[in-house]
């Protein structure tokens, strides 16, 4: 894991320097990440663009002022949170919450998803489809950005601007409304897989 | 990891298995199929886990339209050049005065300084000898023969770093918060962070092979820099000014081990060694030799050995002539 971050690593240490190729560099690492995180918690997606934009304008003006990132991802997921709540609140949107009971997050589950088309016909399968469709905004994001973006605990909690032991409560009731249909159907699944094995 | 005693949220928890149940490792993908042939008591909680993994990433992903990361760069750039248009803020006079008096308090001070901490060490590693160097910060750096390394005597405490090197050099550097490493070569600036890498500069040529670590590889103007990922390779051409980055051979740094790996190596990078490295001249008889290229590993630690050796591979006799350092090749043995 620690190889995977060393690149971004070294660019943030030279974009601290001032070097405008590191920043770019960065920049064309993240911006995937950051635009997909962005429009899940904010549907506007030229609004995203925006708060993308300025914030790497920021980046690069307060970089004097900035300190070595030992995970940029981190840093940056949490910078573009902000940036998000900032714009909101400027452009005067009364209805803007404070994030942490925000109450959204665009996670939609799908059959016809590569991982489980050859299960999708399985009654477990859509089960589990429209039980991960009721889960909350909040587990949705924990489900997303452990398995999707593979981030540890620590660095959720900190994205998420939860205590780490939250984070662990709230993926453990995530999977908690999961468990049942898993459970219940169990026996369907093994009869499944004995007829095609045979 | 004792794999029989995981139930189904251990499962979940475990990177390999949410790789190999994204298809990303082939060598998971390997592993987990061994181990479910078993037929582990718990594979039931494997099959809970992946089947709940899979669904937990059906989420549609969200990508945004083709152009728009380039776009909107080039607004921030815009942005930014605007930003930097700006004069800097002038030096206030009254500082100019306080730094004429810490000069002249100073002074004194200064000239003990010049004579004492401002000395540069040169070793140098002859013909046919490396040199194993520590620096003043405990940086491990080995010279190649023929080869030489220029440094301050007292560095700083996280101060720059820097040392000249002329030749070929292996280097493993300590990690230090703040201070950062630098390799001149004459054509090439090498920036580093903790690292190992190794260094060729022969013939007009800098190679720069980074094993771990990161450093950023710089040819002097702004659009000649780049930053090197451990297995890469980049090469200056002083003459054409070109700074490429390709793949890397990991056989870069085996003279440290008293070797040279061959992966269809001409004969005229071996003949280019026994020069720089052995002082030798070579002369081929036939110039076609120059052409072959040749797989294997050259042991150099001993030449006598080295050159039997060589001569097997190639199928040459090679003449030594002791009184003017020349080898001869000459076809058949």
Same mark, same amino acid.
């Given at each position: 894991?620690?190889?995977?971050?060393?690149?971004?690593?070294?660019?943030?240490?030279?974009?601290?320097?001032?070097?405008?190729?590191? +920043?770019? #560099? $960065?920049?064309?690492?993240?911006?995937?990440? !950051?635009?997909?995180? /962005?429009? =899940?918690?904010?549907?506007?997606? *030229?609004?995203?663009?925006?708060?993308?934009?300025?914030?790497?304008?920021?980046?690069?003006?307060?970089?004097?002022?900035?300190?070595?990132?030992?995970?940029?991802?981190?840093?940056? +997921?949490? #910078? $573009?949170?902000?940036?998000?709540?900032?714009? !909101?609140?400027?452009? /005067?949107? =009364?209805?803007?919450?404070?994030? *942490?009971?925000?109450?959204?997050?665009?996670?939609?589950?799908?059959?016809?998803?590569?991982?489980?088309?050859?299960?999708?016909?399985?009654?477990?399968?859509?089960?589990?489809?429209?039980?991960?469709?009721?889960?909350?905004?909040?587990?949705?994001?924990?489900?997303?950005?452990?398995?999707?973006?593979?981030?540890?605990? *620590?660095?959720?909690?900190?994205?998420?601007?939860?205590?780490?032991?939250?984070?662990?409560?709230?993926?453990?009731?995530?999977?908690?409304?999961?468990?049942?249909?898993?459970?219940?159907?169990?026996?369907?699944?093994?009869?499944?897989?004995?007829?095609?094995?045979? | 990891?004792?794999?029989?005693?995981?139930?189904?949220?251990?499962?979940?928890?475990?990177?390999?298995?949410?790789?190999?149940?994204?298809?990303?490792?082939?060598?998971?993908?390997?592993?987990?199929?061994?181990?479910?042939?078993?037929?582990?008591?718990?594979?039931?909680?494997?099959?809970?886990?992946?089947?709940?993994?899979?669904?937990?990433?059906?989420?549609?992903?969200?990508?945004?339209?083709?152009?728009?990361?380039?776009?909107?760069?080039?607004?921030?750039?815009?942005?930014?050049?605007?930003?930097?248009?700006?004069?800097?803020?002038?030096?206030?006079?009254?500082?100019?005065?306080?730094?004429?008096?810490?000069?002249?308090?100073?002074?004194?001070?200064?000239?003990?300084?010049?004579?004492?901490?401002?000395?540069?060490?040169?070793?140098?590693?002859?013909?046919?000898?490396?040199?194993?160097?520590?620096?003043?910060?405990?940086?491990?750096?080995?010279?190649?023969?023929?080869?030489?390394?220029?440094?301050?005597?007292?560095?700083?405490?996280?101060?720059?770093?820097?040392?000249?090197?002329?030749?070929?050099?292996?280097?493993?550097?300590?990690?230090?918060?703040?201070?950062?490493?630098?390799?001149?070569?004459?054509?090439?600036?090498?920036?580093?962070?903790?690292?190992?890498?190794?260094?060729?500069?022969?013939?007009?040529?800098?190679?720069?092979?980074?094993?771990?670590?990161?450093?950023?590889?710089?040819?002097?103007?702004?659009?000649?820099?780049?930053?090197?990922?451990?297995?890469?390779?980049?090469?200056?051409?002083?003459?054409?000014?070109?700074?490429?980055?390709?793949?890397?051979?990991?056989?870069?740094?085996?003279?440290?081990?008293?070797?040279?790996?061959?992966?269809?190596?001409?004969?005229?990078?071996?003949?280019?060694?026994?020069?720089?490295?052995?002082?030798?001249?070579?002369?081929?008889?036939?110039?076609?030799?120059?052409?072959?290229?040749?797989?294997?590993?050259?042991?150099?630690?001993?030449?006598?050995?080295?050159?039997?050796?060589?001569?097997?591979?190639?199928?040459?006799?090679?003449?030594?002539?002791?009184?003017?350092?020349?080898?001869?090749?000459?076809?058949?043995?």
């Amino acid at each position: 894991m620690n190889d995977l971050a060393a690149e971004p690593v070294t660019w943030w240490k030279f974009f601290l320097e001032g070097d405008k190729d590191a +920043l770019s #560099a $960065l920049y064309r690492f993240y911006f995937p990440v !950051l635009y997909e995180y /962005g429009v =899940r918690l904010h549907q506007q997606e *030229e609004l995203i663009k925006d708060c993308i934009q300025d914030l790497f304008i920021k980046l690069w003006t307060n970089r004097r002022n900035l300190q070595a990132a030992h995970d940029p991802r981190r840093y940056l +997921l949490i #910078a $573009l949170r902000g940036a998000i709540y900032n714009k !909101l609140k400027q452009a /005067g949107n =009364r209805k803007v919450v404070p994030y *942490e009971q925000h109450h959204d997050f665009r996670l939609t589950f799908s059959a016809e998803s590569a991982y489980i088309k050859k299960e999708s016909a399985s009654l477990q399968s859509q089960q589990l489809l429209n039980a991960l469709e009721k889960m909350s905004p909040r587990q949705k994001e924990i489900i997303y950005l452990r398995f999707y973006e593979e981030m540890e605990y *620590e660095d959720i909690s900190a994205v998420m601007g939860i205590t780490v032991k939250a984070a662990y409560k709230l993926y453990a009731r995530a999977l908690e409304t999961l468990k049942d249909i898993l459970h219940i159907s169990l026996p369907a699944l093994l009869l499944l897989l004995s007829q095609h094995k045979s | 990891m004792d794999y029989h005693l995981y139930t189904k949220n251990d499962f979940l928890e475990d990177a390999s298995v949410r790789a190999y149940v994204k298809g990303e490792d082939p060598a998971a993908a390997r592993f987990w199929e061994q181990w479910l042939a078993q037929q582990p008591p718990n594979s039931d909680a494997f099959r809970d886990a992946t089947f709940l993994l899979r669904h937990l990433l059906s989420g549609e992903r969200i990508h945004a339209q083709p152009g728009t990361a380039e776009t909107l760069w080039q607004h921030i750039t815009a942005a930014i050049d605007t930003t930097e248009a700006t004069p800097v803020r002038r030096i206030r006079p009254w500082w100019w005065a306080a730094a004429a008096i810490a000069l002249l308090l100073t002074g004194s001070g200064l000239a003990y300084y010049l004579l004492h901490y401002t000395g540069t060490q040169t070793i140098y590693a002859a013909y046919g000898k490396k040199e194993r160097v520590t620096l003043p910060d405990a940086s491990v750096v080995t010279l190649n023969a023929n080869s030489s390394l220029r440094y301050a005597k007292h560095w700083g405490h996280n101060g720059p770093r820097e040392v000249w090197l002329s030749g070929e050099a292996y280097f493993e550097v300590q990690h230090q918060n703040g201070g950062g490493f630098r390799v001149h070569t004459g054509q090439l600036d090498i920036e580093v962070l903790g690292t190992a890498f190794n260094v060729k500069q022969r013939r007009g040529i800098t190679t720069v092979f980074l094993e771990k670590g990161a450093v950023k590889v710089d040819a002097g103007t702004p659009d000649k820099s780049l930053v090197m990922k451990p297995g890469e390779e980049v090469q200056y051409r002083q003459q054409e000014e070109l700074l490429t980055k390709y793949p890397g051979d990991a056989g870069a740094a085996a003279w440290m081990d008293n070797k040279m790996i061959l992966h269809n190596t001409s004969v005229k990078e071996i003949v280019q060694v026994l020069e720089d490295t052995y002082g030798y001249k070579v002369m081929l008889s036939d110039t076609s030799i120059a052409n072959r290229r040749i797989n294997g590993e050259l042991p150099l630690k001993n030449t006598q050995t080295l050159l039997y050796i060589l001569s097997n591979m190639l199928d040459v006799s090679i003449e030594v002539n002791k009184a003017d350092s020349t080898l001869l090749f000459k076809p058949g043995q």
